[in-house]
């Protein structure tokens, strides 16, 4: 496994995109509670917890579609609340939980729609917009399905599709809201491979919303774990997954032991003796 891009980065430098102490929720309700993260460039955070600890929530804020009740999140040194619109989406993109595509949209389509922050009244569809979807579905190994319908395609195909359009957009950060939801491990492992190779040989920052604690554990540079909308572990996956903090957000009582290759750690459920012969 590549070398952590944490490793690499300079502590001293302020990173793009930084949280400060940020709350937010909907309406009267506060689910993110005074949250401080800085996101380190280049690199994938990711963002583990139980259901309904606030991490998409945080994740929405960040990318302003939710506003900040308290705190500010800056990019690039300065409030993305605020800032026009379009120049956000020049620099930062989401990718929201569960898209759906237009029946009937085919693949060069949905990605070419990537583009949007970079056309205006007198920017139309230029060769440039065309090479950046081109490069798009090259990177996210969609070439192939370019004129087939998105909704023929399986559900792995069909994310890589949606990854590609936000990659159209030619932004250094992006947003991911559990991507890996309802596709099948083996799928999961190659969807982050691919975006960890966004991030490590493409120098993309990548913030990712994901369930799976082991996958999260296999490709986190930097791994944020939530509970109650706030942030109880935070760092490099060796340290911030532990038995301890998964007792803590999970309430899960497992051992934490080393993968036998690559030596990340990996989760392995306590299983109480009466379950196991019960099992037998």
């Not at 891009?5 to 430098?13: E, K, Y």
């Not at 309406?27 to 401080?36: E, L, N």
């Not at 302003?64 to 609340?81: I, K, N």
């Not at 395609?153 to 932004?171: F, K």
């Amino acid at each position: 496994m590549p070398q952590s891009n944490i490793a690499r980065h300079d502590a001293i430098r302020t990173p793009r995109l930084v949280v400060e102490g940020l709350s937010s929720g909907y309406g009267d309700a506060t689910i993110v509670h005074d949250v401080s993260l800085r996101v380190p460039d280049g690199a994938l955070t990711i963002l583990v917890g139980p259901n309904g600890c606030g991490k998409s929530t945080l994740l929405k804020t960040m990318a302003r579609v939710l506003p900040a009740s308290a705190g500010r999140v800056l990019l690039d040194g300065r409030p993305v609340h605020g800032a026009p619109t379009r120049d956000v989406a020049r620099r930062l993109a989401l990718l929201p939980q569960g898209p759906v595509a237009p029946e009937g949209l085919r693949v060069r389509e949905l990605v070419a729609q990537g583009r949007y922050p970079h056309q205006s009244l007198l920017k139309q569809w230029s060769r440039a917009d065309a090479r950046a979807v081109d490069a798009a579905m090259e990177d996210a190994d969609v070439t192939q399905f370019a004129d087939r319908p998105v909704s023929d395609l399986s559900g792995g195909q069909r994310q890589r599709c949606w990854i590609a359009m936000v990659l159209a957009q030619e932004t250094d950060i992006v947003l991911l809201d559990e991507p890996t939801t309802f596709l099948d491990l083996k799928v999961q492992v190659e969807l982050m491979q691919l975006l960890r190779r966004i991030a490590h040989e493409r120098g993309r920052t990548l913030v990712i919303v994901l369930h799976e604690l082991n996958v999260a554990a296999a490709f986190a540079d930097l791994l944020v774990m939530m509970k109650g909308g706030r942030l109880v572990a935070e760092g490099p996956v060796e340290t911030a997954f532990t038995c301890t903090a998964l007792q803590q957000v999970f309430g899960l009582e497992a051992n934490v032991v080393p993968d036998p290759v690559s030596g990340r750690p990996v989760c392995v459920p306590v299983v109480s003796p009466s379950l196991a012969l019960a099992a037998q």
